[in-house]
T-cell receptor, first 113, second 114 residues
Framework: GAVVSQHPSRVICKSGTSVKIECRSL??????MFWYRQFPKQSLMLMAT?????????EQGVEKDKFLINHASLTLSTLTVTSAHPEDSSFYIC?????????FGQGTRLTVV | AQSVTQLDSQVPVFEEAPVELRCNYS??????LFWYVQYPNQGLQLLLK??????LVKGINGFEAEFNKSQTSFHLRKPSVHISDTAEYFC????????????FGGGTRVLVKP
């Protein structure tokens, strides 16, 4: 099956700094990728839809200036958490789709100290 | 709007016993249905999916699910679980008109006991 690679798997950063998470589709082209956030023992919450060559579409309540998304190519989308705060600590997961199936990255555990 | 309900947040089960995880959805249009498994600190892995055709779907690791349109359900089953099946399981619905967005249920934590 298709593979989606997400990097890094874990990152610890200081408050006020920015962190970039990469999501790559390794063996297929993804014009659309999705970014999710998952709190402990909870389900996945869709943050935004990343569209290649255009602006991302953010879900209600997600700050677009804080969670910057760039989808520069058909195989790469990045999520940058800017001016990170401890409450941004979470598990972030990306996903790339075909018409009938979604493939997920391994997730990134972000800890802001 | 569509929603996905997983009725059980936790399911403890003994090794080699059967397990059923319940999933109900609400949608006024046709949908695609999925079950994913998530191990700690990892992404989601597809167990099985229903797109069309036979309502009984077989997936990986001995799992199967049955689509019931009249009851809008897609329950997941395994006749005999292993310790390694301990994980979080998510039911999800995709509606084409919604831009291929997936809507997830709240998840069911399966704990297999020896």
């Amino acid at each position: 099956g298709a593979v989606v690679s997400q990097h890094p798997s874990r990152v610890i950063c200081k408050s006020g700094t920015s962190v970039k998470i990469e999501c790559r589709s390794l063996d297929f082209q993804a014009t659309t990728m999705f970014w999710y956030r998952q709190f402990p023992k909870q389900s996945l919450m869709l943050m935004a839809t990343s569209n290649e060559g255009s602006k991302a579409t953010y879900e209600q309540g997600v700050e677009k200036d804080k969670f910057l998304i760039n989808h520069a190519s058909l195989t790469l989308s990045t999520l940058t958490v800017t001016s990170a705060h401890p409450e941004d600590s979470s598990f972030y997961i990306c996903s790339a789709r075909t018409l009938t199936e979604a493939f997920f990255g391994q997730g990134t555990r972000l800890t802001v100290v | 709007a569509q929603s996905v309900t997983q009725l059980d947040s936790q399911v403890p089960v003994f090794e080699e016993a059967p397990v059923e995880l319940r999933c109900n959805y609400s949608s006024s249009v046709s949908v695609y249905l999925f079950w994913y498994v998530q191990y700690p600190n990892q992404g989601l892995q597809l167990l099985l999916k229903y797109l069309s055709g036979s309502t009984l779907v077989k997936g990986i690791n001995g799992f199967e699910a049955e689509f019931n349109k009249s009851q809008t359900s897609f329950h997941l089953r395994k006749p005999s679980v292993h310790i390694s099946d301990t994980a979080e399981y998510f039911c999800a619905v995709m509606r084409e008109a919604a831009g291929n967005k997936l809507t997830f249920g709240g998840g069911t934590r399966v704990l297999v006991k020896p």
